[in-house]
């Protein structure tokens, strides 16, 4: 691995993962880049992986060039990694995708294809995360090193439009829970449920800025999750400091979401 890594972190004062190798999958953008900065800021020798280079180049860390739907390239490329102490699976995401929408069925569409589209993103969130988590598992029992799933607040309430991603997102803490059971006491494994995030895609989700603004509103924090706030939390599960927590999930969504029925109700308004 290239030494411009450590070089980078060597001018930073929080050194809690100095020395450790880390990898995040997909962390050339939004959540992924915000972790990788923090673990480079926390002294980690850290590596992205992703099809496609980040279009900003991230300070102090190195890029690889990774299908990580291609489960051959996957073991080839983690099983080559001299070391690795912290593997961070960030990659996943979804596009708005409506259950039985036009093309879902009855009504003409290719039924086959929006199923297999719906495949996809659980194979993305899901059957992704499971197959680096293995592929690293010599590196990480040899280190007693940690695994940090990116998950969602979407696998733990209902997800209109993004129902895929839910499921998977449920399915991937369960596999953390269980992962924590049968590695231990080796290798740490715990979840990061992440609620909404600003990131660059955020309009996708939300529209504009009025949009933006709008749905931060809702949260109890007042704002959206910035990057480095899941960062800051990878980099705590990741560290000593965290030693004993294993099979854990932090919520890391601002408080959650104010229940609806509370603004809908006509009782107790204005009572403070």
Sequence with gaps: MSSTVNGTANGTENRRLGGRVALVTGGTRG????VARALVEAGAE??????????VPLPGVEFRAVDLRDRTAVYDFVGGLPRL???VNNVGGSPYRALGGAGAGAGGGDGGADVERHVRVIELNLITPLTVSLAAYEHLKRARGSVVMIGSVSGSRPSPGTAAY???KAGLEHLARSMAVEWAPDVRVNTLVVGMVRTELSHLHYGGTDGVDAVARTVPAGRLADPSDIGAAAVFLASDAAAYISGASLLVHGGGERPAFLDAATANRGGG
């Design 31 to 34: 959540v992924g880049a915000g």
């Design 46 to 55: 850290v590596l992205v992986c992703a099809r496609r280079p980040p279009e």
């Design 166 to 168: 839910g499921a998977a």
């Design 85 to 87: 102490d912290v593997l």
